[in-house]
T-cell receptor, first 117, second 114 residues
Framework: RKEVEQDPGPFNVPEGATVAFNCTYSNSASQSFFWYRQDCRKEPKLLMSVYSSGNEDGRFTAQLNRASQYISLLIRDSKLSDSATYLCVVNGSTERYVAGGYQKVTFGTGTKLQVIP | DGGITQSPKYLFRKEGQNVTLSCEQNLNHDAMYWYRQDPGQGLRLIYYSQIVNDFQKGDIAEGYSVSREKKESFPLTVTSAQKNPTAFYLC?????????????FGPGTRLTVL
């Protein structure tokens, strides 16, 4: 099983639709979770962190389900400008790089969203 | 404006040549990272550094080398030993090296080996 798994999509949705992505992770010891957005041929940028209690930022809602080991991202009232690839990021696994003490960060391969006029 | 810069944006290299990718940040971040991104794959960590004059190998360090002589700079050298260097290279930084905080990315360098 991959450490972090995402449906690659693409998800093609009309403007105004609600769309949800899930991301599953394999290590139950993972502690921090994020959603990043990556536009075509650009660098990833943080969209939002994911907290145990869930969090909302405007049209975006992120949730964490530790029992089932997945995080989700919900986008309401989709805009054309939401078209991008959404990367799930998980860190805090028990694996640490030797001598560095750095907790491993794992990026998902991303889910592509295309919002259609 | 604070941020991370990478240069060049596009780089073409002949087989057998070493090339160095630049990464500079003025965010006063202690930790810096190098990733490579290939189509259909997630970002993979090449090297990271949590403090000046110290750096550690990531998952795919073979064929790469780095230095961290200044807090602001973390250049990556792609050596001729790297078998498949064509990729999108991303540099990132964060306030702490523990992995639990946001990473800020530079705009990336696209390396193509001819």
């Amino acid at each position: 099983r991959k450490e972090v798994e995402q449906d690659p999509g693409p998800f093609n949705v009309p403007e105004g639709a609600t769309v949800a992505f899930n991301c599953t992770y394999s290590n139950s010891a993972s502690q921090s979770f994020f959603w990043y957005r990556q536009d075509c041929r650009k660098e990833p940028k943080l969209l939002m962190s994911v907290y145990s209690s869930g969090n909302e930022d405007g049209r975006f809602t992120a949730q964490l389900n530790r029992a089932s080991q997945y995080i989700s991202l919900l986008i309401r009232d989709s805009k054309l400008s939401d078209s991008a690839t959404y990367l799930c990021v998980v860190n805090g696994s028990t694996e640490r790089y030797v001598a560095g003490g750095y907790q491993k960060v794992t990026f998902g391969t991303g889910t592509k969203l295309q919002v259609i006029p | 404006d604070g941020g991370i810069t990478q240069s060049p944006k596009y780089l073409f290299r002949k087989e057998g040549q070493n090339v160095t990718l630049s990464c500079e940040q003025n965010l006063n971040h202690d930790a810096m990272y190098w990733y490579r991104q290939d189509p259909g794959q997630g970002l993979r960590l090449i090297y990271y550094s949590q403090i000046v004059n110290d750096f550690q190998k990531g998952d795919i360090a073979e064929g790469y080398s780095v230095s961290r002589e200044k807090k602001e700079s973390f250049p990556l050298t792609v050596t001729s030993a790297q078998k498949n260097p064509t990729a999108f290279y991303l540099c990132a930084s964060s306030t702490l090296g523990g992995g639990s905080d946001e990473q800020f990315f530079g705009p990336g360098t696209r390396l193509t080996v001819l």
